[in-house]
């Protein structure tokens, strides 16, 4: 699994030092990680205007009627 940050961040036109909320070099570890909070996935999407959706489902299902939404922020 990867979290493709960096790419989201640079799809919004926004270097690592103009995230509000974090450092140059904090911005750098986040995305470097495979896993971290689901707080601070949170603040990071929250400094590029963006939000959370979290989605459960049955892995077998074949239709999407069992979606749940989980948490959307």
């Known amino acids: 699994m990867s979290i493709r940050?960096?790419?989201l961040r640079e799809e919004q036109?926004?270097?690592q030092s103009e995230m509000a909320?974090?450092?140059q070099s904090s911005v750098s570890?986040?995305?470097k990680r495979k896993d971290m909070k689901i707080s601070t996935l949170i603040d990071y999407l929250d400094s590029l205007g963006m939000g959370l959706?979290?989605?459960t489902y049955p892995k077998l299902a074949k239709t999407k009627k069992q979606e749940k939404v989980l948490l959307k922020v």
């Open 5 to 7: 940050l960096a790419q």
């Open 21 to 23: 909320n974090f450092t």
């Open 53 to 55: 959706e979290i989605i």
């Open 13 to 15: 036109n926004v270097k």
């Open 29 to 31: 570890k986040i995305e």
